[in-house]
């Protein structure tokens, strides 16, 4: 008996998971046949506005990691006794020892 509920569990379950998880990749990899499927142009001008935006958050993620490496070194010079580098225009403020930026 209890084999038996326990197999009626994970039926259950995996009944229940296919009702969700079924829409949502229908959504995700096209298998919905509500929509049809877009001319070539639409193709075309979708993949360009991904290459775009892929450009976009590479060089997003480029800044951001050069700004990561410029933070470490400045937190280590810290850690060491040494004054921050003076302020670069444009950059932001150097960081105060109790980590605020000065006003």
């Not at 038996?4 to 046949?33: E, I, M």
């Not at 049809?36 to 976009?56: F, H, T, V």
Request: no cysteine.
């Amino acid at each position: 008996m209890t084999r038996l509920s326990s197999f009626a569990r994970v039926t259950l379950v995996a009944a229940g998971l296919f009702v969700f998880v079924a829409p949502a990749s229908a959504q995700l990899f096209g298998g919905s046949n509500n929509n049809p499927a877009p001319a070539g142009d639409d193709i075309d001008q979708r993949l360009d506005r991904l290459e775009n935006s892929l450009r976009q958050l590479t060089g997003a993620i480029e800044q951001l990691q050069f700004r990561n490496q410029q933070l470490e070194s400045q937190v280590r010079r810290m850690q060491e006794g040494g004054a921050p580098p003076p302020r670069q225009e444009g950059g932001a403020p150097p960081l105060r020892p109790d980590g605020g930026i000065p006003s």
